[in-house]
């Protein structure tokens, strides 16, 4: 195998941490920040915060007087982020269920996710919780990929769409969320005056092999079926040879609560 691949699956806070500083990372969360709009003052929630990648950035935005939740359902992630920002009064992180907010109604001005509906059990209801807890006027902005949409050029056509369709059906639980957030997002009661798609492309096939895991979900294409062995191989080794070329979308979505914020 080439050394082109990362064969080992990364431990899940490295990954988090190192997309956050690649060039398709920094530029979706800045856009992201940006729609937010977050104000001093303010309080914001980050669903889904996993290790706190992101949780001093939005302090940053809040200023002194503001506050910023931070809400994983997954104890070590909550217990990282806890530990990079235990010195910052500011922030707060809170384990917890998309689906089961442990927030009072109304009591928050912002709120984010970042690729998490992707993974939930039920995307409207997450999204209700997330209108419940916003105060009205409040502001919801999301992050999440289509991975129907992914696309890594190769001679065998017909090899590439397996490939996808193995991602979209059996490696991302809400694979095509991306798409249906703006539909979603209206019927839990929002407003959605923005829907932004963000688009990469990857030229390097380490910088998209480190994101996307083409390797390893190569590997369980062929266990599930998707692919022969043999097909697998040679996708593989064409892609390693180049030139190489991949893209997939992500949707950037605002989503406001109908009604009058204070701030």
């Keep these: ?124 209801a997450a999204l209700a919780e997330l209108r419940r807890v916003l105060r ?23 090899t590439a769409r397996a490939y996808t369709r193995h991602v979209a059906e059996r490696v991302v639980r809400n694979s095509v969320v991306g798409r249906q957030l703006a539909r979603l997002a209206a019927e839990a009661g929002f407003a959605v005056p923005t829907v932004v798609p963000v688009t990469p492309v990857f030229r390097d096939l380490a910088t998209a092999d480190r994101i996307l895991g083409i390797e390893r979900n190569t590997r369980r294409a062929v266990e599930a079926g998707y692919l022969t062995a043999d097909a697998a191989r040679e996708w593989l080794d064409r892609l390693a040879a180049g030139p190489f070329l991949a893209t997939a979308t992500l949707h950037i979505v605002v989503a406001d609560a109908p009604g009058h914020s204070s701030m």
Aim: contains cysteine.
């Design 136 to 158: 009205p006027g409040g502001r919801l902005v999301m992050g999440e990929p289509d991975w129907d949409t992914l696309a890594i050029d190769h001679p065998d056509v017909a």
């Design 1 to 124: 195998m080439t050394s082109a691949f990362e064969t080992t699956t990364p431990d899940s806070v490295v990954y988090l941490d190192r997309l956050a500083t690649t060039d398709l990372g920094r530029d979706y969360k800045g856009r992201m920040l940006a729609l937010l709009d977050a104000r001093p003052g303010q309080t914001v929630l980050d669903l889904g915060c996993g290790p706190g990648t992101d949780l001093a950035v939005l302090a940053d935005a809040v200023g002194g007087d503001g506050r910023v939740i931070g809400v994983d359902r997954d104890a070590r992630m909550a217990e990282r982020a806890h530990g990079r920002t235990v010195s910052d009064a500011r922030v707060r992180v809170v384990l917890g269920d998309a689906h089961a907010l442990p927030l009072p109604d109304g009591g928050l001005d912002r709120a984010r996710t970042d690729r998490v509906l992707q993974h939930v059990a039920d995307p409207a």
